[in-house]
């Protein structure tokens, strides 16, 4: 069955250092997501990523889908304590694909 | 608020009870979802009803048994459960199935955290 895996697992920078997490299923993709989950919190969508090669920002934050719709990333500008939490992937498989696969999540803490 | 409500968020059983979660949306949508998460297995996806209808069971085991009477109203019965079945379980629900409509986000519930003992 599709897999998902994110790195790093865990993540801890100085407030202002910038952070990346990447994201890589073992089948191609139709579309990602990427959602966020602060300390007992629930997840919280961020984005969708559809094309292949596609980038879009938000604020401080890019995110990436791959060429071949495999991988995508997820790159933190200038990192904030705001953004502690556990960041999550989830690609739908394929052409058939009915249902979202979360990857086990990177968690970033930010010391300030 | 994301318009999916839980209830309890908090639930303490023994083993031989018997007790339910539920989960209400008041977003419109036509799918829900059960997960599971646990220090070992992040955000583990257990049944998906669309339209009412199940169409997902993701090898849960029978102690767990869900029910949506409706398209805004999903629960899980839970019977003779393990310790290890104690984590968050999280509701979701989205507008359509994922390979339906691609901006096809899910809305999560705050989760109950179930300690079996």
């Known amino acids: 069955g599709q897999q998902v895996m994110q790195i790093p697992q865990y993540q801890h920078v100085q407030e202002g250092e910038d952070f990346t997490t990447y994201c890589n299923s073992s089948?191609?993709?139709?579309?990602i997501q990427w959602y966020k989950q602060r300390p007992g919190g629930h997840p919280v969508f961020l984005i969708q990523?559809?094309?292949?090669?596609e980038v879009k920002k938000q604020k401080r934050l890019t995110f990436q889908f791959g060429e071949a719709k495999k991988n995508s990333s997820l790159h933190i500008t200038a990192t904030q304590t705001t953004d502690v939490g556990t960041y999550f992937c989830?690609?739908?498989?394929?052409?058939?694909?009915?249902?979202?696969?979360f990857g086990p999540g990177t968690r970033l803490s930010v010391l300030p | 608020e994301t318009g999916v409500t839980q209830t309890p968020r908090h639930l303490v059983m023994g083993m031989t009870n018997k007790k339910s979660l539920k989960c209400e949306q008041h977003?419109?949508?036509?799918?829900m979802y059960w997960y599971k998460q646990s220090a070992k297995k992040p955000l583990e996806l257990m049944f998906v009803?669309?339209?009412?209808?199940?169409?997902e069971n993701n090898s849960v085991p029978s102690r767990f048994s869900p029910e949506c009477p409706n398209s805004s109203h999903l629960f899980l019965h839970l019977h003779t459960l393990q310790p290890e079945d104690s984590a968050l379980y999280l509701c979701?629900?989205?507008?359509?199935?994922?390979?339906?409509?691609?901006?096809?986000?899910?809305?999560f519930g705050p989760g109950t955290r179930l300690t079996v003992l």
């Open positions: 979701a629900s989205s507008q359509d199935l994922a390979g339906r409509n691609l901006n096809n986000e899910q809305f």
């Open positions: 089948t191609t993709l139709s579309n």
């Open positions: 990523l559809v094309k292949s090669g």
């Open positions: 989830a690609g739908v498989e394929g052409d058939y694909g009915q249902n979202f696969v």
């Open positions: 977003l419109g949508h036509n799918a």
């Open positions: 009803y669309n339209f009412k209808e199940q169409t």
